[in-house]
């Protein structure tokens, strides 16, 4: 892919943001290859996405950061600006589902998405020799059920040390204490079902058979120190009905899962995703 660089902001709605940073690009002869926009009429607040040619600017991403803060000052901006040719580091967590966590390293393997992958991370040992194979750093953290603290100390350690830009629990089957939660805000993403109505606890799948529900989905959002009250991301459903099996909800629940969670990791790495509180503006 062509190098690019992509400015992202979000600030207080006003006439004049968008001519302000269009003609800035433009003055340097920047070449525009995307451009999202919008204004939320509740708060007021608007967002921006702009993608642009990296070698169409006579400057590189340092200059364009000095340059541009004049404007974003005069509008009161949250913003910032990444380079395509940049790949982030990402860190997967898994515990003993591998679906998710293949689908990820089969999209990584072919090229599909860009990003790079220092290590997995695991409460369990039964995937080492799957994500091994691949090449990969596999690092299995025990948990004890008397005291996790250790576990969560060795996790926010494992983190710290790859670098990591991003955080993906990919089916990771433990919940994480607030403080490590609230050291990764906006980069912590997480799947589960999601089911109308939604079923809490093990076997949901079977809870759901059991109430014959009609609808089966799973939501990837940011994780907070809230449970599975994070912002969302993306969410998809699959319709079901009285002949399917448990088995079959199970098929289709973890074909699902990892279809959303592709969509919004690939989201979050091509920086479509904006947060607003407890909500997103996600220019897909």
Known sequence: MERSYRLIVSCPDQVGIVAAVSDFIAQHGGWITEAHHYSDPESQWFFMRYVVRAASLPFGEERFRVLFEPIAT???MNWYLTDTGVNRRVVLMA????HCLSDLLYRWRSGELAFDIPCVLSNHADLRDYVNWHGID?????????????HFAAVNAAIQAAKADLV?????????????????PGRIINIHHS????????????QASARGVKLIGATCHYVTSELDAGPI???????VGHHNTVEDMV???KDVEKTVLARGV???LEDRVLLHGNKTVVFA
């Open 74 to 76: 005069r509008f009161a």
């Open 95 to 98: 515990s003993k589902q591998a």
């Open 138 to 150: 596999y690092q299995h953290l025990p948990v004890d059920g008397s005291d996790k603290s250790h």
């Open 168 to 184: 993906v629990l990919a089916r990771y089957m433990q919940i994480l204490p607030p403080d490590l939660c609230e050291r990764y």
């Open 195 to 206: 089911f109308l109505p939604s079923f809490v606890g093990a076997r949901p799948y079977h």
């Open 233 to 239: 991301i993306e969410q998809d459903v699959v319709r």
């Open 251 to 253: 098929r289709l629940g």
């Open 266 to 268: 690939r989201y979050h």
